[in-house]
């Protein structure tokens, strides 16, 4: 499996931070390549919530199911990943000085074979996992601090 990490501060106290990156809903207003995110209750995620997520990448579209394995908020979630891509991703909300917060994730994934997967994995690579993931968590980090 490939491991990728981003962390950042943030002004903002934990519950603020947790309440944006807690919401799967979001996904998109991170990523580009998320088109649509499913199936995620009203009330938000806990332990056992599936939801799915569809990511668009050169024209084709692939989906994956997220299961919520553990939430502590709000501080930690561990989600599983299914489908195209199997994985785990876990993010911590720290506490600093002040009114101020570390967001720290880490992404282990792998791509399952097949046409689907070939395509994804192509992305990823063209694209830089790890730069994804930092550019989303840059993302968070604007949309928490702007209120």
Not at 64 to 69: E, G, I, S
Not at 85 to 91: H, L, M, N
Not at 107 to 130: D, E, N, P
Request: proline letters at 6%; hydrophobic letters at 40%.
């Amino acid at each position: 499996m490939t491991v990728v990490e981003a962390r950042v501060e943030i002004e903002a106290p934990p519950g603020d931070v947790w309440r944006v990156v807690s919401d799967p809903r979001n996904l998109p207003l991170w990523d580009p390549h998320v088109v649509s995110v499913r199936d995620v209750p009203e009330g938000g995620v806990s332990e056992g919530t599936e939801y799915r997520t569809d990511a668009r990448f050169f024209g084709f579209t692939v989906s994956v199911t997220a299961r919520v394995l553990q939430v502590r908020p709000p501080e930690y979630a561990k989600v599983r990943l299914s489908g195209v891509i199997e994985g785990i991703v876990e993010t911590w909300v720290e506490p600093l000085q002040g009114s101020r917060s570390r967001l720290r994730h880490s992404v282990q994934y792998r791509f399952r074979g097949g046409a689907m997967g070939r395509v994804a994995a192509r992305a990823v690579r063209m694209l830089g996992a790890r730069a994804m993931l930092r550019r989303g968590t840059l993302s968070q980090k604007r949309q928490i601090e702007s209120g």
